[in-house]
């Protein structure tokens, strides 16, 4: 069983960064893959983000094309957290969002593959 509770949503003006957290209970953090999804007012939820579980070499993340370049996943798994730093920000990055965690083998987009969700963050990007 694993908990994730996300923080560092809020308000911010476009061209803006924020950095969302998200922390996890358990003790086999390292063994989950970890992702970034979000979900806009009358939309359906989409992936942003994921990365790998324990690096043999280093981690391996994917993102979202509308994301890419602008946003930069990270986990500590010595702190039991992964990260969504997000920079550039646009109003239609503005949405509810969330961590998840997977115990596929390498990082997947979706959202049926994910064991474990956090209750969401909101992010609002004003024009």
């Known amino acids: 069983q694993v908990q994730l509770v996300e923080s560092g949503g809020g308000l911010v003006q476009a061209g803006g960064s924020l950095r969302l957290s998200c922390a996890a209970s358990?003790?086999?953090?390292?063994?989950?893959?970890m992702g970034w999804f979000r979900q806009a007012p009358g939309k359906e939820r989409e992936f942003v983000a994921a990365?790998?579980?324990?690096?043999?070499?280093?981690?391996?993340?994917v993102y979202a094309d509308s994301v890419k370049g602008r946003f930069t996943i990270s986990r500590d798994n010595a702190k039991n957290t992964v990260y969504l730093q997000m920079d550039s920000l646009l109003p239609e990055d503005t949405a509810v969002y969330y961590c998840?965690?997977?115990?596929?083998?390498?990082?997947?987009?979706?959202?049926?593959?994910?064991?474990?969700w956090g209750q969401g963050t909101q992010v609002t990007v004003s024009s």
């Open positions: 998840a965690a997977s115990r596929a083998k390498w990082v997947t987009m979706s959202v049926q593959e994910y064991d474990y």
């Open positions: 358990g003790r086999t953090f390292s063994s989950y893959a």
């Open positions: 990365i790998t579980s324990s690096p043999v070499r280093a981690y391996y993340a």
